[in-house]
């Protein structure tokens, strides 16, 4: 049977920092351990976070690099769009406990890498209001603008019938 993976990845031991001083950090985490933390997207690889813990006074500190894979849709086309992340995180836990955790402080530093919006190119030119083509693909024909959404929406007025 292969060993189950770690429950905690992300958890490091603090006896060796208190007896060595700074010490290398490294962990992978699968993505499940992030499921939901983007509002628009998902991960798509593991997430990696290599660094160093620091004794710095009585507090034991991880600064470390994050980084992992993600996939979001086009805003303008709704294709999906693969990149790359990376992000620098840190962490404090006491320096007498026995362990620092950086699962809290990852899963906050992805949530703010997260883009605004995502473009699978600069230029691209979305879907079509009309039909949805993908204009990047086809030349639907229809025109840039789709028909003007209010005319639909205002209330009718009522019609006065005069009694003649
Ligand atoms: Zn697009
Ligand atoms: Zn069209």
């Known amino acids: 049977m292969p060993p ?3 429950r905690r990845p992300l958890r490091a031991s603090l006896h060796e920092v208190r ?17 939901g933390v983007l509002r628009e997207g998902t991960l798509t690889g593991p997430v990696t976070v290599e660094g160093t ?5 009585e507090t034991a ?10 996939r979001f ?23 007498d406990s026995d362990a620092l955790d950086a699962t809290e402080d990852v899963r906050q530093a992805i949530a703010l890498a997260e883009p605004m919006k995502t473009l699978c190119r600069p230029d691209c030119k979305g879907l079509c209001p009309v039909c949805r083509a993908n204009r990047n693909d086809t030349d639907c024909g229809h025109a840039e603008a789709a028909p003007p959404a209010e005319e639909t929406r205002r209330p009718r007025l009522t019609k006065r019938h005069r009694k003649g």
């Open 4 to 6: 189950e993976p770690p």
């Open 19 to 35: 007896d060595n001083g700074p010490t290398p950090f490294k962990a992978v985490a699968p993505a499940e351990l992030f499921a």
């Open 53 to 57: 813990i620091y004794p710095v006074d």
């Open 61 to 70: 500190r991880l600064e470390a690099t994050a980084k992992g894979t993600w």
């Open 73 to 95: 849709e086009c805003t303008r086309c709704l294709k999906p769009v693969d990149g790359a992340w990376r992000e620098e995180v840190e962490t404090e836990a006491p320096l």
